[in-house]
């Protein structure tokens, strides 16, 4: 009873989040994060609707696990978006952090698909928990480079992205323990069922991190020094250009002799 309680409670919370996203026209400024939430939304719908019409578990899981991928794929474009308005001060920068964990993202997505369609009996339960658990490590670390490189250059966060890397920070590490602990031999269907419900109640928290602050929109201050940072970028852009240069020189000649 208290599981269901919790369960209509986030499903409360999305819609209130979504609702206030477009009334303060911040789906507009955060697309990537409200898709997020308004597909985990539709996974609560769904998969409750599933879970009340069928009494087969591995029907329901079947459900879940599908929707859950979908949701993870969708959330790296929060990651993507927080490097985006984070770090808008520098677009150099920017653009090659969301150029390499697009690659990195896009890899994991290439891989997951070939196993699939080369064995469809390779999307269990398992593999899911697997391919999520691998996403999440990615996204955790990504994010914790984030928010060291804004500790190091004074960045400073507004609130409405503070809210969004605070709440999706810990959803990400949060996420990424109970899959590691549910992946255990160990783990019995007590600890499954207990990892499940904390997993309900803590995401009810991370709703209302971040209805709280993204009530309303607040632009995310500018740095009072950015040019350190893009500095360092177009150095290095520069040094990488030349040896590419120097490297195709050396080619043509290599070739022409």
């Known amino acids: 009873m208290l599981s269901l309680a919790i369960w209509w409670s986030c499903i409360a919370l999305e819609s209130l989040l979504l609702l206030r996203g477009f009334r303060g026209k911040l789906a507009s400024r955060y697309p990537a994060f409200f898709s997020y939430i308004a597909l985990v939304l539709v996974q609560d719908l769904v998969c409750f609707v599933v879970a009340w019409q069928s009494h087969n578990s591995g029907q329901y899981k079947l459900a879940y696990w599908t929707a859950e991928f979908l949701c993870v794929l969708v959330s790296c474009g929060i990651v993507l978006e927080i490097y985006r308005v984070g770090l808008a001060a520098y677009p150099g920068?920017?653009?090659?952090?969301?150029?390499?964990?697009?690659?990195?993202?896009?890899?994991?997505?290439?891989?997951?698909?070939?196993?699939?369609?080369?064995?469809?009996?390779?999307?269990?339960?398992?593999?899911a928990k697997g391919v999520e658990a691998t996403l999440r490590a990615i996204q955790g670390t990504a994010i914790i480079a984030l928010v060291a490189l804004f500790l190091f250059y004074s960045i400073p966060f507004g609130k409405n992205l503070r809210g969004i890397v605070l709440g999706f920070g810990l959803l990400v590490c949060?996420?990424?323990?109970?899959?590691?602990?549910?992946?255990?031999?160990?783990?019995?269907?007590?600890?499954?069922?207990?990892?499940?419900?904390?997993?309900?109640?803590?995401?009810?928290?991370?709703?209302?991190?971040?209805?709280?602050?993204?009530?309303?929109?607040?632009?995310?201050?500018?740095?009072?020094?950015?040019?350190?940072?893009?500095?360092?970028?177009q150095r290095i852009a520069a040094t990488t250009q030349r040896r590419l240069h120097d490297a195709r020189s050396y080619l043509a000649k290599a070739v022409g002799s």
């Open 93 to 127: 920068t920017a653009r090659m952090a969301r150029m390499l964990l697009g690659l990195i993202f896009l890899i994991v997505l290439l891989k997951t698909i070939v196993n699939v369609t080369s064995d469809p009996g390779w999307w269990t339960e398992e593999s």
């Open 174 to 233: 949060w996420s990424f323990v109970s899959l590691t602990i549910a992946s255990s031999p160990t783990a019995g269907p007590k600890l499954q069922t207990l990892l499940a419900f904390l997993s309900s109640a803590t995401y009810a928290i991370f709703l209302t991190i971040w209805l709280v602050t993204l009530w309303s929109y607040q632009a995310n201050p500018l740095p009072k020094q950015s040019a350190r940072l893009e500095l360092q970028y």
